[in-house]
């Protein structure tokens, strides 16, 4: 068993680190936040006093930060040069690809193998060690990551090199923003013209218009699986997370002039569902009240 740094312990990095606990790791744990930490303490981590202090002496480190300046500012200012330059360094967050490969590149230069690893799928994964982590790096360093994200995932799948990770999670959740509109559009159209959810949900999704944001999640409340919808749109993935990971999107999409109409339409929708209409901490299937004329009146 290895000695494994966890830094970021909020509402995703609790259950990780919890679970690389469980597998008999000795982790050393730190957040800034001192409630997060007794709730790691609670699960069978052992907190540090800093970041400097959980990564001296790691075989690994692991990080689960909010966004890209966070990252830069811990792995530059406390985790190069005070981690032993073997320790495999994996950083969970999603940020933009920019700067994901910019750390792996000084990461690189100081000696260390690092890997970009974000993940899909919420807090409820993460507490039950079914993410799936989308890793960008060379093979040497994946091959050293895996089995730490196997005991916190269910998939591990190597997407390609430094930033890839972080390239495939934002295209992926773009192509979620976009079909979740839509999925949310033609349900309201279908209702409005005389036809029951259910019954266009049984068609459709047995149809050419099948697609995730309809089968597994549908916005709908009462049909397919049991979604958040079900909860009046509570727990799953807030459209504040959406709106994050759509603006990531389009900034990358800038980056290399790739024309994202769906994308942008997206981005622009979630911006006004999440901070005009005060929809943020709902999840992000609940766009449908905005598009559904009855809730806007
Ligand atoms: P969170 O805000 O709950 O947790 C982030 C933690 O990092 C906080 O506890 C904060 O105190 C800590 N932190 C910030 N700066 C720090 C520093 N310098 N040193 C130590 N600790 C520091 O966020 P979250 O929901 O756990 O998300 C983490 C990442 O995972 C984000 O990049 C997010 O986009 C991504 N993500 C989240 C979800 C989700 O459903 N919540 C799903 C997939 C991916």
């Known amino acids: 068993m290895a000695r494994v740094a966890f830094i970021g312990l909020g509402n995703m990095g609790g259950g990780m680190a919890a679970n690389l606990a469980k597998a008999g790791h000795d982790v050393r744990a730190f ?3 001192p409630e997060a930490l007794e709730r790691a303490k609670k699960a069978g981590c052992l907190p540090a006093e800093s970041t400097d202090d959980a990564v001296a002496e790691a075989e690994a480190v692991v990080t689960m930060l909010p ?3 966070h990252v830069r500012d811990v792995y530059e200012n406390h985790i190069f040069g005070k981690a032993p330059p073997a320790a495999i360094l994996m950083d969970c967050s999603t940020i933009d690809v920019a700067t994901a490969r910019e750390v792996i590149g000084d990461a690189q230069a100081k000696g260390y193998r690092m890997v970009d690893a974000p993940v899909s799928g919420g807090i409820a994964a993460a507490e039950a060690g079914t993410l799936t982590f989308m890793v960008g790096g060379t ?4 091959n050293r990551a895996e089995p730490f994200l196997d005991i916190m995932g269910k998939a591990v799948i190597h997407a390609g090199g430094a930033g890839a990770g972080q390239a495939a999670k934002i295209c992926n959740n773009m192509l979620l923003g976009a079909s979740m509109i839509a999925t949310c559009e033609t349900f309201v159209l279908a209702q409005k013209l005389g036809l029951d959810p ?8 047995q149809a050419s218009g099948q697609n995730w944001s309809m089968t597994s999640y549908c916005p709908v409340p009462g049909v397919g699986p049991e979604t958040p919808a079900d909860r009046d749109y509570n727990g799953g993935f807030a459209a504040a997370l959406m709106l994050k990971d759509l603006r990531l999107a389009m900034e990358a ?3 290399v002039d790739s024309y994202t109409p769906m994308g942008a339409y997206a981005e622009e929708l979630y911006t006004r569902f999440a901070e005009k209409l005060g929809g943020s901490g709902k999840d992000f299937s609940a766009i449908i009240k905005m598009i559904d004329d009855s809730w806007k009146a």
């Open 139 to 142: 093979e040497e360093a994946f």
């Open 31 to 33: 957040d800034l936040s």
């Open 198 to 205: 259910k019954t266009f949900f049984d068609i459709s999704s």
């Open 67 to 69: 966004a890209g300046k």
């Open 253 to 255: 999409a800038r980056s």
